[in-house]
Nanobody, 125 residues
Framework: QVQLVESGGGLMQAGGSLRLSCAAS????????MAWFRQAPGKEREFVAA????????YYADSIKGRFTISRDNAKNTVYLQMNSLQPEDTAVYYC??????????????????WGQGTQVTVSS
């Protein structure tokens, strides 16, 4: 089992920045990739960014490319999401996810077998 705990959400004005953190614990040695997804009220959970744990290869949704950066600290078993130039449409609950399999694409919800509890990000205009 892997436990994921997110932190760093909050309220921010448009144009501001926030950094989310996700600390992993438990059987983390099998981690293939970690990712951030988000879910706005009334919408489906959507992919934001992912990172391959060993190689550090990153993937981004088009909607946030150039504004958000995913990174990891292997020693701390922690993944980060630096969010710059925040917009009201970025308002959502942000979830950290981890997967142990290398099968499937890193951008789909169903590829991940561990999830955090989520952290709220609210961007005011």
């Amino acid at each position: 089992q892997v436990q994921l705990v997110e932190s760093g959400g909050g309220l921010m004005q448009a144009g501001g920045s926030l950094r989310l953190s996700c600390a992993a614990s438990g059987r983390t040695f099998n981690t293939n990739s970690m990712a951030w997804f988000r879910q706005a009220p009334g919408k489906e959970r959507e992919f934001v960014a992912a990172i391959r744990w060993r190689l550090g290869t990153t993937y981004y949704a088009d909607s946030i490319k150039g504004r958000f950066t995913i990174s990891r600290d292997n020693a701390k078993n922690t993944v980060y999401l630096q969010m710059n130039s925040l917009q009201p449409e970025d308002t959502a609950v942000y979830y950290c996810a981890a997967r142990t399999s290398s099968l499937g694409t890193v951008t789909t919800v169903y590829s991940y077998n561990y999830w955090g509890q989520g952290t709220q990000v609210t961007v005011s205009s």
